[in-house]
């Protein structure tokens, strides 16, 4: 059975899983679905046709799942779909996408904290970080194992790669690889993670040859498309490089600088 306090709303239809534990005056809507042993601790909001799985702790005045901000919005039915063990602080807003048939997305055991937003069509990794007032715009994707600093800006469109890291108060206007650090407004990419491969498990060769990679792309000052070619005939095919090769030769918006 589940503990549902007295003062909470929620709707006949919605499906709430076992073990869940709802606080006061916390609103869930028709079409959501909650997995078991969710917790939302007060004043929740969970709305639209959003999923959560399971053992998802939710805190006061976060709200998951409602209609988008984009201007360009024209109904239909969008979705928000949320994972297992992630962790949602206080005033976190997940929007659901904009247009009809499309998806909110976002993965497991996250830590996302106060005041976080995360726009129409985002896409969220697995095991990432965001500090507070960290901010996604439309159609961002963060890949598994990054960390997002405090007050830091992400442009629509723009990619975060696996195990990147962003400087607190960035302004990321560009793509940034995966296994980098970026800071500045705007921000560019200033080393390698080395801290975040170290504490994922990244073998020592693979670090070195990240840290290979990083020269020949950003201080040799070649083209990125020279410069991609060099890195994936110099290194070796470790999965590592070949996912940052692949990363940045897929970069819509360009690889920041």
């Not at 534990?21 to 679905?33: F, L, S």
């Not at 040859?209 to 201080?219: E, S, T």
Request: aromatic share 4%.
């Amino acid at each position: 059975m589940s503990d549902i306090h007295p003062t909470a709303i929620i709707h006949p239809k919605a499906h709430i899983g076992k073990g869940c534990k709802i606080g006061p005056y916390c609103v869930i809507g028709e079409h959501v679905q909650l997995g078991n042993n969710c917790v939302l601790h007060s004043h929740v909001v969970i709305d639209g046709h959003t999923k959560l799985g399971k053992e998802n702790e939710i805190f006061p005045f976060a709200s998951i799942g409602l209609k988008t901000q984009d201007l360009k919005w024209k109904g239909g039915i969008t979705r928000t779909d949320v994972g297992d063990h992630n962790t949602f602080r206080e005033y976190v807003t997940i929007h659901s996408a904009t247009s009809d048939g499309e998806v909110t997305t976002v993965g497991s055991h996250n830590h996302i904290l106060a005041n976080c937003h995360m726009a129409h069509n985002v896409t969220l990794g697995s095991h990432i970080i965001m500090s507070n007032v960290a901010t996604l715009g439309g159609h961002v994707t963060v890949e598994d194992r990054a960390i997002i600093g405090g007050l830091a800006a992400i442009h629509q469109f723009c990619r975060i790669g696996r195990m990147a890291m962003i400087g607190g108060c960035s302004k990321v206007v560009q793509d940034i690889p995966p296994f980098m650090t970026a800071d500045g407004s705007p921000a560019k990419t200033v080393t390698v993670n080395k801290v975040g491969m170290e504490r994922n498990g990244i073998s020592d060769e693979a670090q070195l040859a990240i840290r290979q990679a990083y020269k020949i792309l950003f201080r040799e000052k070649l083209t990125i498309s020279n410069a991609v070619n060099l890195v994936e005939k110099k290194m070796p095919p470790l999965p590592e490089i070949q996912h940052l090769i692949k990363f940045v030769r897929t970069s819509e918006r360009g690889i920041s600088k």
